[in-house]
């Protein structure tokens, strides 16, 4: 009987693989405070440096254009924003790292509400680490990284702005990137906005959730 039920739970998973389809969102709050966090539904969260482009990709993710707000200024973008999908989970939107024109104090504030996230959530199911494909990761994408790998928190990196490249030289980008960071390149998923690399992601979230 058991050999059954995982037989079946087998084709499930296949006939289930690649139908992700975000039928609905919509934002539901900011935070500044680690009481003030949701615990609601299962969360997927996108963090990076300032100005990789989250908001960007969580607009293209959702085929909504005005969803997540982005700021003319990077480093502005300092509470925790949370986008109901499908009625089923969270989009997180952390703030981003490495750059602000707000000072030291508003620095430490956003590292701190972005760490104890991180560390508190009981509902996250994956973090997408964002770095730009035309770029080496930073010494703080390293931190980030060594931060989620030191904790066991479930992650992946995406490539941003793969667009900016020739595709001819977008493996080779991926390559250099999970090299830098000890993954392996199906670890490093290259994204543009005009939905390239969008399929592997929601198929990425489906099996999270």
């Known amino acids: 009987m058991n050999f059954i039920i995982k ?3 087998f ?3 296949l006939c289930y693989h690649g139908l992700m389809i975000v039928k609905n969102s919509k934002f539901v709050k900011s935070v500044v405070k680690e009481n003030d966090f949701l615990c609601t539904y299962p ?3 996108f963090v990076g440096r300032s100005n990789v482009g989250k908001s960007s990709l969580i607009n293209m993710l959702v085929g909504q254009n005005g969803l997540a707000r982005s700021s003319s200024t990077p480093g502005l973008t300092k509470m925790v924003n949370y986008f109901l999908i499908n009625n089923q989970f969270y989009f997180v939107d952390l703030p981003g790292y490495g750059f602000s024109k707000t000072g030291k104090k508003h620095s430490t504030l956003w590292s701190t509400l972005l760490e104890n996230y991180l560390l508190s959530s009981q509902n996250l199911k994956m973090v997408f680490m964002l770095v730009d494909i ?3 990761p930073s010494e ?3 931190l980030m990284h060594k931060f ?4 066991n928190i479930p992650h992946k990196v995406i490539a941003t702005k793969a667009d900016k490249l020739a595709k001819s030289k977008i493996f080779n980008a991926r390559t250099q990137i999970a090299k830098y960071l000890s993954l392996g390149v199906a670890d490093v998923i290259a994204v543009s906005y005009f939905g390239f690399g969008k399929e592997d992601i929601l198929n990425t979230i489906a099996n999270c959730i």
């Open 134 to 136: 035309r770029h080496e």
């Open 7 to 9: 037989v079946l739970y």
């Open 140 to 142: 703080l994408d390293l």
């Open 148 to 151: 989620l790998f030191y904790h």
């Open 43 to 45: 969360e997927i969260c």
């Open 11 to 13: 084709f499930m998973c």
